[in-house]
């Protein structure tokens, strides 16, 4: 079994996992570094194209992380929202008969 899930059903991708943990954790450390590597950068600093690339690595761990999750529970409320809208037509058109 591998370290983060890649594959999930809607009702499992609801639940709060590590993954979620895990993102949470990424998601302000590659804002933070992001933003002192674009202020650093701008400065012409070595130190601050390092950290712009780590910010920039990080950025791309964490959605490597949850899209996939977040894919999921999109394509599930995509399913909910049209069921929903063609109810709502069905009931719009005995309305007006």
Known sequence: MAFIRRDW????AD?????DLIASIL???AYVALTLGIA???LAMPVGYVT?????ALMIAMLWVIDPKLRTIST???KKQKAY???LEKNQ???EK
Request: cysteine-free.
């Open 93 to 95: 058109r005995w309305e």
């Open 76 to 78: 599930e409320y995509e």
């Open 15 to 19: 639940e709060w996992t590590k993954e």
């Open 9 to 12: 059903t809607p009702q499992a």
């Open 27 to 29: 998601s302000p450390l």
């Open 52 to 56: 712009l690339a780590l910010g920039i």
């Open 85 to 87: 809208l063609e109810e």
């Open 40 to 42: 650093l950068s701008l």
